[in-house]
């Protein structure tokens, strides 16, 4: 057994296999984009998801000004733009990297993307150092011809296409 210290907590949660987006916004407070593991569906009725913010983030006055955004779900291939929205960078570089159109709600939606929700944000509840946002789903953009990618042990899992399954493992 081990005390969960901080980092005892990350290496547990490095083996949780999980989906990179990137989470965008536009808007008064202007445009502002970053990377972000910690989502989740939370319920089909009405569609709603939840994404982990951490409030010492750049990004966070300006998701905190907005109620809309975009989540990009990245497909194999795109995972360089991972570590552009994920710190540092500024932020007319990030965008800067990739094509965007505008969302039903006018976020950047990434072009080539696995998957983008258009999203207006319900609740936010403060949980230690992150904020969850509760987002309802406007609409919805997929992109079934590209493959998905997993985050797990801190490096990148390309996965096979939609509907197709891993080689050795039944579907
Ligand atoms: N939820 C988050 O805020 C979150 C999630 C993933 C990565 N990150 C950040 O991305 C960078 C690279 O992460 P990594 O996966 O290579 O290695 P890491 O050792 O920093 O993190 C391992 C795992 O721990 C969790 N985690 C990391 N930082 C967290 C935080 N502040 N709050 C809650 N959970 C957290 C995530 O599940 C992450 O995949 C780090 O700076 C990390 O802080 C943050
Ligand atoms: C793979 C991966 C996954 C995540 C992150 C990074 C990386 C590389 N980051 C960190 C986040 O992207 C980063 O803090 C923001 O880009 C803000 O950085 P700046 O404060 O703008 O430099 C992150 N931050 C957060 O608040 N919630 C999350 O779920 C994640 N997930």
Redo the contacts with the bound molecule.
Sequence with gaps: MIRPDKAAFRDAMSRLGAA?NIITTDGPAGRAG??????CSVTDSPPTLLI???RS???WPVFTAHRHLCVNTLAAGQQDL??R????TPMEERFAAARWNDGVDGCPRLEGALLSCDCQVSQVVNVGT?DILFCTINAITRNDDSHGLV?FDRTWHPLPGIGQPLPGIPG
């Design positions: 990179v970053f990377t972000a593991s910690a989502v982990c913010l951490n983030a750049s990004v991972a570590l929205f994920g710190g540092k992150h985050w």
